[in-house]
Nanobody, 120 residues
Framework: QVQLMESGGDLVRPGGSLRLSCVAS????????IGWYRHIPGKQRELVAQ???????DYDDSAKGRITISRDNAKNTVYLEMKRMKPEDTAIYYC??????????????WGEGTLVTVSS
């Protein structure tokens, strides 16, 4: 069982910045592909960005240029840094871990989410 703990959600003004953290436990961190997703009310949960154990990143088009995903394997943590934030970034942000190797390869786990509100 992989446990994920998100933190960093907050109220931020338009144009501001925020950094979210996702700490993983219960598995070798380098066996995990980690993604940040967001759920906007009334819409489906969508991928924002993801990062492999080697640091390869993938971004949704809406995130490119404003959002950066990174990971610190020594701290079992993945970060999502958001800049020039917009009201439409308001959502619950979730961390998802997919096991890419080992006996649990293919299994995935979600965190509980952290709320980000962009408003003046």
């Amino acid at each position: 069982q992989v446990q994920l703990m998100e933190s960093g959600g907050d109220l931020v003004r338009p144009g501001g910045s925020l950094r979210l953290s996702c700490v993983a436990s219960g598995s070798s961190f380098t066996d995990l592909l980690i993604g940040w997703y967001r759920h906007i009310p009334g819409k489906q949960r969508e991928l924002v960005a993801q990062i492999s154990s080697s640091g390869t990143t993938d971004y949704d088009d809406s995130a490119k240029g404003r959002i950066t995903i990174s990971r610190d394997n020594a701290k079992n943590t993945v970060y999502l840094e958001m800049k020039r934030m917009k009201p439409e970034d308001t959502a619950i942000y979730y961390c998802k871990a997919t096991v890419i190797q080992g006996s649990r390869a293919g299994m995935y786990y979600w965190g509980e989410g952290t709320l980000v509100t962009v408003s003046s």
